[in-house]
């Protein structure tokens, strides 16, 4: 694609430019002495130049070879119609200038008959190293970019430049102007380190962190780092910056470039220990590691989990007491249950009302033996939360006049629940919450079974085909045992389609177990109100996807599962939340 990318260092904007003298562009009437006898001619049409990013202001020569009957150029010549051609479909750089509001700048500019290079604008377009290519192709049907086949930040980028250039010959009718073209290069430097930055870190004993450093500039080509731990005894450290640590004390760590090892920092790093409060269910940030941010799901109560850690050598002696509270206990007002060591803290969210709203949950100390930590040192901790969709509220409308036949709410609406004794109880959180009475066998599994797929919310919503495949989703549920348990009790999540690519045609809903959607939890050994948060057993994390596989429209039914109860004993679930991911 051709482009004007010529800057005129005076005036700023994309117009054709005098050389010399004060001549009023293309318009020959404003300046008398613009005439020639003869035409410009050319020792050579073709100019070429080449050279490297970050080497400051470089020039080259437009009229180099230009003569009008053999003879050098004089008087007013103007240079006009800037052509700039790119290949690899670079993208110039352009800086934003000081004049008008959206204004850019180019790093081509013209003076004196000679075009002005800013080499330095193209340290951050060019590199010898990186593979990058996001950009270029038509962008897709949400407007992003999509990849073109060409690096995005090539080593070298060659432009095709052609202007006309104009003596003042008269010239006959329908003849244009003399035109050259210039092939300019511009070449990428390698990228090396030049240094190597860390920020001192304190580490609780016991728990795990990760020293960030940074190669700088960002673009080196080496980005790899060498991690030395000055005192073994306090901590060790990988090659990913992960500590782990070993005892309380303070020791220093030598991060170096793996490729320039003289290019190096020097950080200390403290091993702490004393009684700390976590809140547990802290959303991970993109290292994996506990974030300061929680999303939870509108109409239903959100749970922060918070457990204590001794200091290193003391133990937990006792029950404890937390204190939580609302940065706004107007609209999300808290409430406390503690079990054990351990606790909750609940809020009230409201309706889909609220979705992208946010409040600080806060958690302090309330009792407790803090061994030999001074009780006042114990330190709150906070999380803010963001309140999302929970499609247990936005549940929309069936395309059957009967409305869909599922229980929402679980209050035992709907279509009768099949494998178990359930029943809907008044001991909730919301007003009723479905009673389920375990069987005799390894597991008790209920579902809703609706083969009417207009009726059925979850082959409405996950069994679509195309329309579904890939929609991501996390979810919650809040759970209370009856009886204290004595042994590990699982509650398990399972989405299961009837139909799908290389599935089974006869009846059996084990038999499709191969593409479901499992999401397990292990329930806390308490009889008081746990928020439970289900892990996707093939992934390891929060989130499930709607397969592949599941690509023609089908039934899709949602069980609970329940392994390890005893027979005759109860589990009471309540408030449900299905939340997409965006």
Known sequence: MKKHLLVNKVTAAMLTTFLAGCGGGTDEGYDPGFSASDIVTFEAAELSASFDEETGMQEVDLLAGATADGKPLTGNINISDFNFTADQNFITPQVRGNGLANQTVSPFSEQDAK???????????????????????????NDNPTPDGFLDKPAQVTYTIDFAVDNGFDLPAGQVLPRRTLTLTMNAVFDAVQS?????????????????????????????????????????????????TLQAGQTTVIVASTDSPDKSVTVNLEVFSEFTLAITNRDVDSNGLPSDMKEVPACVTAGFNVTPTPAFGDTLTGDYAYNWTSSNEMDFPASAVNYGESGVGMFSVGDASTVGFTFDATVSLDSGDTGATVFADVASQNVTATVIRNLMCETGESAHPAGFNTDFNLDGAGAPWKGGTVIASDDSLSGSALEVT??????????????????????????????????????????KLPVLPTQDITLKHVLLAWTYEGGPSGPGFDLRKPTAGILSATLQKTTQWQLVEFINEATGNREWSVPPEWNVSTDVFQFWEIYGLPEGEKILLDEYAAMPVQ
């Open 196 to 244: 190597v930055t860390a920020e001192p870190i304190r580490v609780l004993m016991g728990q795990e962190a990760q020293l960030f450093a940074t190669v700088l500039p960002e673009k080196a080509c080496s980005q790899g780092l060498n991690y030395t731990i000055a005192d073994p005894s306090i901590a060790t450290i990988d090659n990913m910056g992960n500590i782990t």
């Open 438 to 479: 375990a069987g005799d066998g390894e597991s008790t599994n209920i579902v809703q079974q609706v083969f009417n797929k207009q009726r059925n919310w979850h082959s409405a919503t996950y069994g679509l085909g195309g329309s579904s495949i890939g929609q991501t989703y996390k979810y919650s549920v809040w759970v």
């Open 115 to 141: 075009l002005i290079i800013d080499t330095d604008k193209f340290a951050d377009q060019l590199s010898t190293c990186d593979t990058t290519d996001l950009r270029g192709g038509p962008r897709d049907e």
